[in-house]
């Protein structure tokens, strides 16, 4: 800290011109390409007053887009945790042959355009897809329903929380796992006790991450939920829906309702990320 | 009951490397074992095959008789002291300790209050008493290594492995936990394996003591025994500092190998005959079985002398080899040597192992001393 602060006094003393118009591109591309968009959508949102706002949101159909949202974000959510633990604990803790494989394949979603993870579904789970006619004489549906969006919003934030946890299981070592296994833990003991009051700070900065993300999600999920109104519209759906339906109030306040969203996670991001940082390099030491 | 411990041809490989090859090894249940050895010899492996944290690829380790790998860790009683703590970083200190004791199934567990005073009673017993609430991050490296002992022994067990458990702490506190450790053992309750780097302490503690090298077992033997007879080269300059003095068996016996030209030595009779005659071997000396005389016409020549503690070390040339002698200080004036003095050498004693480093050893005691004159 001392270091980083007496290198800026530097700096700010040497810099000059340099400085000045740095700062300035700065400033500028931030108010232009982040500040003034996020006002916009509050400033459109409440462009019909309070009441006009207050009358988008509980519309019905909007009503249905935020709870579907957060059931589709809610789902993501519990497999991630489940799965991010489990991979990571294999891949972190495990050297075995296609480990390697297995970590890159982890990336896929991150490298995947959304669009093309949603076709990809579709062409697996759709009518004439794979698993189509074999789907269709059961009866489940999963493309333009529900099942279809949780299968995407899961594929696009899958590796949010293994990402974060594998490096993190990895520095750690499992020095106290076994520790506790020798004073006489079982193995269910030692996960709750010990693994996971370990890795809390990783997990939940991972949690956060993620459902951002799915909360977000547009592209892979416009694919395959089909967009009918009122049934498979999350809310960043629904947003596009009421914009190309002339009702900008409305579309703006269904998104000045997902940028607040996005703000919140932000800020508990940032406020995480203090705790996480000044923890894990105290927490580092000690190990 | 204490553990007795009986290890049969374990090996362990990682990958192409042998880290254990081929040790048998037997621990009487109530003893202190000091597992002794340098970096990387296997002490760690060794350690965690015995607790059940590793598996051997082949050999059986059994504890009274049972074989370890069929148990359950919690009815193994072993008592872990990991060579770096692995405390339980989101607990403090209290909570390690505790922990062993929470984690027990209902039945067996202790109270809360019973638990509460166990922890107060170790954590008085490693001096830790007023740092109960503080967590490992704060905490030096010397009370991490306490409290890892007083959470290891928390859980009573018949066996206590440590590895290197008084490595950060200083040599005062250091003594203290290992005759503690020492006193552990007079109720017989408890057997432990001691892994250390400081041979002394290994001398000093331990009632046998196992030297380690690449993955194999040197030799077990008391402190005493791995002292004056140790089974070979290795062994001898790991327990402390000797000079290697190039020699020849001459006619008569063992000589000094000629040193700048002519020879320096007069022969004496080997203990032992273990090599022909004309064989090349070398003669270890303690440096303090090596005994100086002040001799203006001696062949030694005195380089240096250093006072360490209640020592004077003596470095010397003899010809082109370098030698060193230790005599305690109080001596140092009797002895009228200073830098650049000429002095005679005499071996009080010596040990010479034969070229196929199979047991045999020369011990030239007085009165038949090699005399360097
Ligand atoms: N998991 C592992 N994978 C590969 N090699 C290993 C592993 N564990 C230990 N080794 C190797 O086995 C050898 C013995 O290691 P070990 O930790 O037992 O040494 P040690 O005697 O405890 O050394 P130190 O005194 O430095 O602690 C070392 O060469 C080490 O590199
Ligand atoms: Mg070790």
């Not at chain 1, 968009?37 to 009358?55: D, E, H, K, W």
Request: proline share 5%.
């Amino acid at each position: 800290m001392q270091m980083a602060s007496a290198k800026c006094v530097g700096l700010r003393r040497q810099g000059g011109v340099v400085n000045v118009i740095m700062i300035t591109v700065a400033l500028l591309f931030m108010v232009l390409f982040l500040l003034l968009p996020l006002i916009t959508v509050f400033a459109q949102a409440f462009a019909g007053g309070i009441s006009g706002y207050v009358a988008s949101i509980v519309d019905p159909n909007t009503l249905s887009a935020i709870w579907l949202t957060l059931i589709v974000a809610a789902v993501a959510l519990v497999v991630n945790v489940v799965f991010g633990l489990a991979a990571s604990w294999c891949l972190a803790r495990f050297r075995f042959p296609g480990r390697l494989a297995l970590l890159t394949v982890l990336d896929l979603p991150f490298s995947v355009s959304p669009v093309v993870a949603g076709l990809m579904l579709v062409l697996l789970y759709g009518r004439q897809g794979w698993l189509g006619p074999w789907l269709e004489a059961h009866n489940l549906k999963i493309i333009f329903a529900l099942p279809g969006m949780m299968i995407a919003t899961i594929f696009v934030t899958l590796p949010f929380i293994a990402r974060e946890l594998i490096p993190l299981m990895e520095e750690q070592g499992a020095d106290e796992e076994e520790a506790a296994i020798l004073l006489g833990a079982s193995g269910w003991q030692m996960f709750w006790r010990i693994t996971i009051p370990k890795l809390r700070w990783g997990l939940l900065y991972g949690v956060l991450l993620s459902n951002a993300r799915a909360m977000g999600e547009f592209g892979a999920v416009s694919v395959v939920s089909g967009n009918i109104l009122g049934l498979t519209d999350t809310m960043s759906l629904d947003v596009k829906a009421l914009y190309d339906g002339y009702n900008i109030v409305g579309s703006f306040a269904v998104a000045s309702l997902l940028a607040s969203l996005a703000l919140v996670t932000l800020i508990a991001k940032t406020v995480l990320e203090r705790q996480f940082l000044g923890r894990s390099t105290k927490e580092e030491v000690s190990a | 009951m204490a553990g007795h411990v009986s290890i049969h041809n374990v090996s362990r490989r990682f990958g192409a490397f042998a880290a254990l090859n081929d040790v048998s090894l037997d621990i009487p249940a109530g003893e202190l074992v000091a597992l002794l050895g340098p970096s990387g010899s296997g002490k760690t492996t060794l350690l965690r095959i015995i607790a059940g944290l590793d598996f051997p690829d082949s050999g059986q380790v059994l504890i009274n008789g049972e074989d370890n790998v069929a148990r359950h860790p919690r009815e193994r009683g072993v008592g872990f002291v990991f060579q770096h703590y692995a405390l339980f970083r989101h607990m403090t200190v209290a909570g390690n300790v505790a922990f062993g004791l929470q984690v027990r199934p209902r039945g067996q567990r202790p109270s809360k209050a019973e638990i509460k005073a166990r922890v107060a009673a170790l954590l008085d017993l490693v001096q830790l008493g007023w740092l109960a609430d503080r967590y490992p991050i704060e905490l030096s490296g010397g009370q991490r290594q306490r409290v890892a002992l007083a959470r290891a022994l928390a859980i009573e067990p018949r066996l206590l492995l440590l590895d290197e458990p008084f490595g950060a702490l200083d040599t005062k506190v250091r003594k203290e936990l290992g005759q503690w450790l020492r006193d552990l053992h007079h109720g017989q309750a408890i057997t432990s394996l001691l892994v250390t780097h400081d041979q002394a302490e290994a001398l000093e503690l331990a009632d046998r003591i196992v030297l380690m090298s690449q993955g194999k077992v040197e030799q077990i033997g008391t402190p005493a025994e791995l002292y004056t007879r140790p089974a070979s080269p290795f062994v001898l300059e790991f327990l402390g500092e000797a000079n290697r003095i190039p020699c020849v068996i001459g006619e008569g016996g063992l000589a000094l190998l000629a040193v700048s030209g002519h020879a320096l030595a007069q022969s004496v009779e080997p203990g032992q005959a273990f090599a022909s005659p004309g064989a090349v071997l070398t003669l270890y000396v303690r440096p303090h079985d090596l005994v100086l005389e002040a001799r203006s016409d001696g062949p030694a020549v005195v380089r240096a002398i250093k006072v360490a503690g209640a020592f004077a070390k003596i470095e010397l040339m003899l010809g082109e080899l370098a030698l060193t002698a230790l005599t305690p200080l109080h001596r140092l004036p009797s002895l009228h040597l200073q830098e650049g003095s000429r002095a005679r050498l005499i071996a009080a004693q010596g040990m010479s192992f034969s070229a196929a480093g199979a047991g045999g050893s020369v011990q030239f005691e007085a009165p038949r001393a090699l005399v360097m004159a």
